[in-house]
């Protein structure tokens, strides 16, 4: 299970590094300096989760828990819905779009308190599969 935390780490910090150099190579001229930094934010998520994701994963494979497991699930969506959304956006110049940002920013901040509340508690025993 470690390794999909890890594996989708690569693939997130792949596309955080991808997006923001097309931002700042391949869009800067064709979109408003606002949609550019709404890219921007979206990279910047990206690449910062993936290494949260990578600490996850590195520290699931020493000790699986339903919390980590639970705390990758919530970074990998937030990752997806929050920087994805954004990304979509500014491409398609879909503003709806911009209204499931925050489902993504809430994943993500879930994720951070389930960190939060393995560090307050302590990881139990992986006893599900998942």
């Known amino acids: 299970m470690a390794n999909r935390w890890i594996a989708f780490a690569g ?15 391949g869009l800067k001229e064709t979109v408003s300096p606002e949609l550019l930094t709404i890219f ?7 690449q910062i ?3 949260v994701l990578l600490a996850v994963g590195l520290f699931a494979d020493r000790h699986p828990s339903v919390q980590l497991q ?4 919530l970074m990998s969506l937030g990752i997806l819905i929050f920087s994805g959304s954004l990304w979509l956006l500014v491409l398609t110049n879909t503003r709806w ?3 499931i940002t ?7 901040l879930l994720g951070w308190l389930q960190l939060l509340w393995i560090g307050i508690t302590g990881t ?3 006893t599900e599969n998942t």
């Not at 693939?11 to 190579?25: D, E, I, M, P, R």
């Not at 489902?103 to 993500?108: D, T």
């Open 124 to 126: 139990r025993k992986e």
């Open 11 to 25: 693939l997130a910090g792949f596309f955080g590094v991808a997006t923001g150099a097309f931002g700042a190579h």
């Open 70 to 73: 639970r705390t990758g699930w």
């Open 49 to 51: 989760h993936a290494v």
């Open 97 to 99: 779009l911009g209204a």
């Open 40 to 46: 921007k934010t979206g990279s910047h998520y990206c």
């Open 102 to 108: 925050p489902i993504g920013g809430a994943c993500l």
